[in-house]
């Protein structure tokens, strides 16, 4: 088992579409939690950390269930810049040794 | 700005030569860096742990002799692709740990 597991897409979706990203991880002693972005032939870049209370930046919310080992990303109105692959990240000691899902790919369309 | 610069950003090279790529640590001193691959449609994938005045970590299945790590001060680790295949042709990329990870540009290898 893979351990952080991710859908890999890809996800084709029209412009202000709603669409959800899930993750499972293995790791039940697992520390942090995040989104990444990366673009095509780019280094990732940190989209939003991901909290048990749930945390919300403005068209994205991230939710993380403990209990089920799962992380959520809800992507709101899409734009067409949202086109990315969206990349699932764990943290299992708090170390920065990170553990990355094989990442879902968005396709925004008009 | 960039918190990690990371150079070349591209290189091809022939089969059989070294390839040195270079991550520098600019806004604060860093006596951890990490070293990742992607290949495509693949997730990144944990190479190496870089430690400031003493030798590297490699994860299991990567090897050492053939992938040399150099971290000589608290602001530059290199990695040095030797003997390179065309195999090894990838996404190479760097990482300065904090309370988030920062990211080297990447390095795209292209073996010929």
């Known amino acids: 088992r893979k351990e952080v597991e991710q859908d890999p897409g890809p996800f084709n979706v029209p412009e202000g579409a709603t669409v959800a990203f899930n993750c499972t991880y293995s790791?039940?002693?697992?520390?942090?939690f995040f989104w990444y972005r990366q673009d095509c032939r780019k280094e990732p870049k940190l989209l939003m950390s991901?909290?048990?209370s749930g945390n919300e930046d403005g068209r994205f919310t991230a939710q993380l269930n403990r209990a089920s080992q799962y992380i959520s990303l809800l992507i709101r109105d899409s734009k067409l810049s949202d086109s990315a692959t969206y990349l699932c990240v764990v943290n299992p000691s708090n170390t920065g040794k990170l553990i990355f899902g094989q990442g879902t790919t968005l396709q925004v369309k008009p | 700005g960039a918190v990690v610069s990371q150079h070349p950003s591209w290189v091809i090279c022939k089969s059989g030569t070294s390839v040195k790529i270079e991550c520098r640590s600019l806004?604060?001193?860093?006596?951890?860096m990490f070293w990742y691959r992607q290949f495509p449609k693949q997730s990144l994938m944990l190479m190496a742990t870089s430690n400031e005045g003493s030798k590297a970590t490699y994860e299991q299945g990567v090897e050492k002799d053939k992938f040399l790590i150099n971290h000589a001060s608290l602001t530059l680790s290199t990695l040095t692709v030797t003997s390179a295949h065309p195999e090894d042709s990838s996404f190479y990329i760097c990482?300065?740990?904090?309370?988030?990870?920062?990211f080297g540009q990447g390095t795209r290898l292209t073996v010929v």
């Open positions: 790791n039940s002693a697992s520390q942090s």
């Open positions: 990482s300065v740990p904090g309370v988030v990870a920062f």
């Open positions: 806004d604060f001193q860093a006596t951890t």
């Open positions: 991901v909290y048990s």
